[in-house]
Antibody
Framework: QVQLVQSGAEVKKPGASVKVSCKAS????????ISWVRQAPGQGLEWMGW????????NYAQKLQGRVFMTTNTSTTTGYMELRSLRSDDTAVYYC?????????????????WGKGTTVTVSS | QSALTQPASVSGSPGQSITISCIGT?????????VSWYQQHPGTAPKLMIF???NRPSGVSHRFSGSKSGNTASLTISGLQAEDEADYYC???????????FGGGTKLTVL
């Protein structure tokens, strides 16, 4: 079955970086993008961006530009999200999700399968 | 502050129908038929319920339906069941510099 398995919880100090992994299985990895969405404690969902597993194209949320970097490894069918210069308000659960291409839009705007989430805590 | 506006909470009794609204602008909900809805139970990952305004993924109950009129998208749940109690989020493609926007979420309580 389609599955996304994320790496474990992380605790980081302000100013550090974190890299979260997302191992995909059960589908052809390169026919979808991997999107990342985060959720601060008690808050709603925030879209961070996506990376096409087909060609490595990326699209990031404007507020995270320059701090977030998404990559994939097609040989291991794994996606990665690195967030740099961490601040306390980056404390959140980070989800990866499979994103189908909307062919009429030529964009990955929705997510059909989600990982269980990775808790990232930023604290001094 | 979320780009899309949802009511903070809605409630209904088992068997009833409820509708959750999602208000956007002509730059997102009103300008495109690319609205999705997600269900999230406490402590779990979101689950896709609707995409492209009104399409249900396989496995999602027919009790869930989506629609749109102008700048407002709606999720209707008919025949409410206890397991429908969850948070619901709308999302839309946007022509702004951040191309995917979410609503703030609506907590559904089944009385």
């Amino acid at each position: 079955q389609v599955q996304l398995v994320q790496s474990g919880a992380e605790v980081k100090k302000p100013g550090a970086s974190v890299k979260v992994s997302c191992k995909a299985s059960g589908y052809t990895f390169t026919t979808y993008a991997i999107s990342w969405v985060r959720q601060a404690p008690g808050q709603g969902l925030e879209w961070m961006g996506w990376i096409s597993a087909y060609n490595g194209d990326t699209n990031y949320a404007q507020k995270l530009q320059g701090r977030v970097f998404m990559t994939t490894n097609t040989s291991t069918t794994t996606g990665y999200m690195e967030l740099r210069s961490l601040r306390s308000d980056d404390t959140a659960v980070y989800y990866c999700a499979r994103a189908p291409l909307s062919t009429s839009l030529d964009y990955y705007y929705y997510m059909d399968v989600w990982g269980k989430g990775t808790t990232v805590t930023v604290s001094s | 502050q979320s780009a899309l506006t949802q009511p903070a909470s809605v409630s209904g009794s088992p068997g009833q129908s409820i509708t959750i609204s999602c208000i956007g602008t002509s730059s997102d909900v009103g300008g495109y038929n690319y609205v999705s809805w997600y269900q999230q139970h406490p402590g779990t990952a979101p689950k896709l319920m609707i995409f492209d305004v009104s399409n249900r993924p396989s496995g999602v109950s027919h009790r869930f339906s989506g629609s749109k009129s102008g700048n407002t998208a709606s999720l209707t749940i008919s025949g409410l069941q206890a397991e429908d109690e969850a948070d619901y989020y709308c999302s839309s493609f946007s022509s702004s510099s951040t191309h995917v926007v979410f609503g703030g979420g609506t907590k559904l309580t089944v009385l």
